[in-house]
Structures are given as structure tokens and as C-alpha cells.
């Protein structure tokens, strides 16, 4: 049984920094993409970003490009989200996706291909 727990969220404010951490437990998760999606109060879960398995190719929602950055472990089996110059705009409920296969037919900003998901963890940006 694979488990993804998120970690880091939390409040800050505006122009602020987080760091979410999100740690795979039950298998490795190293040959597999991951990536973060968010759901904001009132609204659908939306892509925010993505990694493929070796961390070489990297993805980003237009809303976050240019201020957060998505990296990995893969000896430590965690992915990491790297946040900053937050907005109001960016709080939500932040949650870690995994196990999305190399060759999916659904491509890395899609939630339907990711087989593994984390319970969340809240986000709020003060401003």
C-alpha cells in the first residue's frame, strides 16, 4: 500500500515562502512522475506541478512559473515544492500526486493518470 504525506504548509504572507515536502512510504516511487495539484476554496482541483521520474523534465502552471519550483529525491523517495513570492491567490489545499507511468497516455498536468495521492495539506497567503 503506497502512502503519500505531505508536510510544510501552513500560513504566510504575501511575497512569503514555503516549502511543501511530500514523502512516498510502501514502494519507491522512483521510476514514476509526480507532481502537486491544489484545490482553492470554491473551485477544482487545478495543476500546479509536475516532475518526471529522473527530475530532468519539469512542469508548471502559468500561475506559478518563474515562482515555484518542484525538485526530488529520489534515494529519499520525496518530491519537494518549492514556493515563493506568494499570493493570496495561491492559497489552497495542496496535495502530492504519484505513481503517474512513463509513458501514460494522460500527460503530467492531467490528474487522471497519477495512481497515488496524499490526503493535503493546507496553504493559506495573508496579505
Known amino acids: 500500500q503506497v502512502q503519500l504525506v505531505e508536510s510544510g504548509g501552513g500560513l504566510a504572507l504575501a511575497g512569503g515562502s514555503l516549502t511543501l515536502s511530500c514523502a512516498a512510504s510502501?514502494?519507491?516511487?522512483?521510476?514514476?512522475?509526480m507532481g502537486w495539484f491544489r484545490r482553492a476554496p470554491g473551485k477544482e482541483r487545478e495543476f500546479v506541478s509536475a516532475?518526471?521520474?529522473?527530475?530532468?523534465?519539469?512542469y508548471y502552471a502559468d500561475s506559478v512559473k518563474g515562482r515555484f519550483a518542484i525538485s526530488r529525491d529520489n534515494a529519499k523517495n520525496m518530491i519537494y515544492l518549492q514556493m515563493n513570492s506568494l499570493k493570496p491567490d495561491d492559497t489552497a489545499v495542496y496535495f502530492c500526486?504519484?505513481?503517474?507511468?512513463?509513458?501514460?497516455?494522460?500527460?503530467?498536468?492531467?490528474?487522471?493518470?497519477?495512481?497515488?495521492w496524499g490526503q493535503g495539506t493546507q496553504v493559506t497567503v495573508s496579505s
Open positions: 500526486a504519484g505513481g503517474l507511468a512513463p509513458r501514460a497516455i494522460f500527460p503530467p498536468t492531467a490528474p487522471y493518470g497519477y495512481n497515488y
Open positions: 516532475i518526471n521520474w529522473s527530475g530532468v523534465h519539469t
Open positions: 510502501g514502494r519507491t516511487l522512483s521510476t514514476t512522475g
